[in-house]
């Protein structure tokens, strides 16, 4: 008898813990949920200011709180479509014409780089504008700009290397002339090239992406699925001549926004393969990220895994929108156990970003919505500052929790 007491003490105890934490866990959904619409109305008043501040012609790219001026760039810069895609992707989730208008406006000075063969950024620059816009409105003339866009790609591809060149000469080091650049960066460039395959049957492009993404897996990732940020490599015999790691703290150390760079990029190879080796990659760096001992605990990562002054270091929330964008695309293709942890880290950084200390009031931060980005630390340039990629996944994190949940 004095068994069957205990055993139902026990399973009243257990049945009042679990219904007392599901009423906790939806009320924290709510409340994201009410975070996440809240900060879609914030961004339109955001994103209206910013436009009136942004000459035409020019693309809004950071912002200095000092002077209060806005930094802009010509359309040749590699944030340019971040700027066309963020009024898009806020179209779409509540139709503003004038913010439309705006795009239209923005993607008429973009055009001319759909044949700008010196960069390797045309995925960033052209497929977040114009590949927004055809998903949305599709276009043939969308059509011929970013298949021009796919083959100026194309041509900084090294059939030696079996990769696409990023930079056109060593910045460190111009002397050496042989040398071929490649940062993990580039691995967001590559569903440009997918959509090219698709669209035009031209395999070429196809083998292009998996070759780079096949050699940035050989050579960019150390044993622990961190990765160095520039892999370099002779031009001629395509041999790999150094690692280093020059826009983190140290040759060896994991660079923040490289580390979501290359999880997303990972996430979108096997989106377009379905080949397991790059789902497995892609769930190999999330899990170095979400278990790595410097991840703070609001999960908005410090700029470098390894800065020397932890945890005093900087944090960078536009690394965290990335992998916040990233994660919640890949609960959607790994298995349910992963799936569900991947969801639930994703949500975590995303609700800890749409709080005051990240998010900026209305029309303050110059029009931008996230604080507390940081561009290149050792050069100290664009330092604690809102930037334009960092609205963008932003904003496309957003889109995808609401699709995520039926919103």
Known sequence: MLKKRKYLFILIVAASLISCKQPKQEEQAENLDQKVAATLKLASIQYAYLGSRTPLG???KAYDEKTDSLETSDSGWWCSGFYPGTLLYLNEADPNPEFKQQAYTALGSLENEQFNKTTHDLGFMMFCSFGNANRLEPKPSYDTILLN????????????AKSIQ???????????????????????????LFWATKFSGDSTFYKIAVDHAN??????????????HVVIYDKKSGAMVKQ????????????ARGQAWGLYGFVVMYRETKDKKYLQQAENIADFILNHPNLPEDKIP?????????PDALHDSSAAAIIASALL?????SEENKAARYRKDGEIMLDNLLTPFYLASPKTNGGFLLMHGVGNMPKQTEVDTPLSYGDYYLVEALLRYKKLHGR
């Open 329 to 333: 695309e890949l609960s959607t293709l």
């Open 215 to 228: 050699t940035t897996m050989k050579n960019h990732y150390r044993d622990d699925f961190s990765s160095f």
């Open 166 to 192: 990023s930079w056109d000469s060593a910045p460190w080091n111009k002397a050496e002339a042989d040398q071929m650049p490649v940062i993990i960066d580039n691995m967001m460039n590559l569903e440009l």
């Open 244 to 255: 280093i790691t020059n826009q983190g703290a140290a040759d060896s150390s994991a660079w």
């Open 302 to 310: 410090y700029w470098d895994f390894n800065a020397s002054n932890i």
């Open 149 to 160: 866009s796919a083959k100026s790609l194309s041509t900084r591809y090294n059939a030696k």
């Open 58 to 60: 020019r693309f809004p």
